[in-house]
């Protein structure tokens, strides 16, 4: 069945493409508890010479602390001794001093949105750039942008002028994050990550001195794809942008009350069609309890041939609605899912060339996403020119031969309603990792990654430490997966 969707349709859509899937649907309010621990918390560093430091300095007793010690994921609760809320780079080498003098660990924060919480610390500094977020259009349609400009931010004050810059999907993930670890989307597969179009970027590192990385091409090769959290404060970034499509189309299939036997055949059915797309297209394959919804967008011209290979996975489906086409900044926003912090558990379920390399074990991971109430299995696309080999020779990020993929997800409504979906999600990374799937993605980061220096950077970890070495040789900046001096 072939439907042409209505701009209520679009809404439900609302939210395909990367981790935005149901986001929309949460967001509960903080719990009390979490309010009480941090009166109860007490200082365990003494800090020094404070009145000489020319930046705003947030702690426990302030007004802002709780609000901006949060992430994201509503699950992770850290406590900082101290905020560092900077407005410049100037003020970044200030809370770096401030660090240094007072022996604090760092964080950066810049979206907040790291799955594991790695922007954060307890009873360290974490130096938050959310105020760093001013987007200027320099000559030959390079964009600087703070680190701490957000996607929907970012697309405001980019799309009226007709640009647009490869970035995710999720309007409050923060550009900083995003582009250090990789960053794909929409147009991923037409213009490369996020990361390769990084121009150029100055950080602040562990000493407090300012480098760019025009003085050192090392420096830029390991901030696109590794530099989250790594090797200094990233303060500002500046990017190569593209004439904006005027618009997009979505197509959406969907088949209803599925067994892990047909999950897997439409999965299969997927590959192959994913496989043919033109650059202009993204797919995600989303398996949410036993409805798995397929969206394709496409934001060049609709083709006969493109149509054709619709028609394909129509036959597959149950249901197959085109969307739109509709204009760029009105469909794009669809994809923004929820604007709050949320409760859930995602990570990286590997990154693959072909179907082959999981027909043996994905009807028992298929099968356990349908069971697990709350749990979303996703495939999407990358490919196109994410693996273009010039990209490849100019940035740290490793896994340009993969074509797709997997996100795991899992969200709940109540704090402390997660035992049973981290158990699962845990059982699902075991029996990829027994089935020897190693490569995955840094910004879909996981604690249950055990040789997590091979699957975020393949063979360039060595490199990188290297340039921790240069940049911050002491390791005051760190989180529990950064790079190892
Ligand atoms: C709802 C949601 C949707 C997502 N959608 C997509 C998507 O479509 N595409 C995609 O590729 N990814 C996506 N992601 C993953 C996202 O790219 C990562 O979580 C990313 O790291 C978030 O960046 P942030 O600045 O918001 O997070 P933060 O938590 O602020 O930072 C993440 C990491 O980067 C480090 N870091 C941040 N800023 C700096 C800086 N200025 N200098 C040095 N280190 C820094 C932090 O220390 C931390 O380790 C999504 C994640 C979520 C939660």
Not at 8 to 23: C, P, R, S, V, Y
Not at 151 to 165: A, G, Q, T
Not at 197 to 205: F, I, K, P, Y
Not at 285 to 310: A, D, P, S
Request: charged share 20%; net charge positive.
């Amino acid at each position: 069945m072939h439907k042409k969707y209505s701009r209520k349709d679009f809404i439900k859509l609302g939210t395909l493409a990367g981790t935005g899937l149901l986001l929309a649907a949460c967001g509960a309010n903080d719990n009390e508890e979490q309010k009480k621990t941090i009166i109860t918390k007490s200082d365990s560093a003494t800090i020094k010479s404070e009145n000489i430091y020319k930046v705003r300095l947030i702690k426990k007793d302030d007004s802002q602390y709780e609000e901006l010690r949060k992430g994201y994921n509503k699950c992770i609760n850290k406590f900082p001794l101290v905020i560092a809320l900077c407005t410049t780079t100037a003020d970044v080498v200030e809370a770096m001093n401030y660090a240094n003098e007072n022996n604090l660990a760092i964080a950066v924060k810049s979206g907040g949105h790291s799955l594991e919480g790695f922007s954060s610390n307890d009873s360290g500094m974490v130096i938050n750039l959310s105020k760093m977020n001013t987007v200027e259009f320099l000559a030959e349609n390079r964009i600087k942008i703070g680190p701490g400009c957000t996607v929907s931010e970012l697309y405001n004050i980019i799309l009226p002028k007709k640009r647009i810059i490869p970035i995710g999907s999720c309007g409050t993930v923060g550009l900083g994050g995003l582009t250090l670890g990789g960053g794909y989307g929409l147009f991923s597969r037409k213009y490369g990550l996020t990361c390769d179009n990084l121009l150029e970027a100055t950080m602040v590192d562990g000493n407090g001195k300012i480098h760019s990385t025009k003085d050192d091409p090392e420096l830029l090769w390991a901030l696109r794809g590794g530099g989250s959290g790594n090797f200094g404060v990233v303060t500002e970034l500046i990017y190569k942008s593209y004439t904006a499509p005027a618009i997009i189309q979505a197509h959406h299939f969907k088949a209803k009350k599925l067994n892990a036997e047909r999950a897997k055949n439409i999965l299969e059915k997927w590959f192959e069609f994913a496989a043919q797309l033109p650059n202009s297209c993204f797919s995600a394959y989303v398996l949410n309890g036993n409805n798995l919804t397929i969206l394709v967008t496409n934001f060049e011209k609709h083709t006969e041939k493109l149509q054709t290979l619709l028609d394909t996975l129509a036959l597959e489906t149950d249901e197959y609605k085109t969307g739109g086409p509709g204009k760029i900044a009105y469909m794009l926003k669809n994809y923004y899912g929820s604007l709050v912090p949320i409760y859930f558990k995602n990570s990286s379920a590997g990154l693959y060339k072909n179907f082959d390399e999981i027909s043996e074990f994905i009807s028992d991971i298929l099968h356990k996403s349908i069971h697990t109430p709350g749990m979303m299995f996703q495939m999407n696309t990358l490919g196109g020119n994410i693996a273009n080999p010039e990209f490849e020779k100019v940035s740290c990020y490793p896994h340009r031969a993969y074509n797709f993929i997997a996100e795991l997800q899992a969200y709940w409504y109540t704090a402390g309603k997660d035992e049973k979906l981290k158990k699962v999600s845990k059982e699902i990374l075991d029996i990829l990792s027994d089935n020897k799937i190693t490569a995955q993605y840094i910004n879909y980061c996981s604690l249950d990654f055990e040789d997590w220096e091979t699957a975020y950077y393949g063979n360039n970890y060595k490199r990188l430490q290297a340039v921790k070495r240069e940049y911050d040789s002491n390791n005051i900046i760190h989180h529990p997966q950064s790079i190892k001096a």
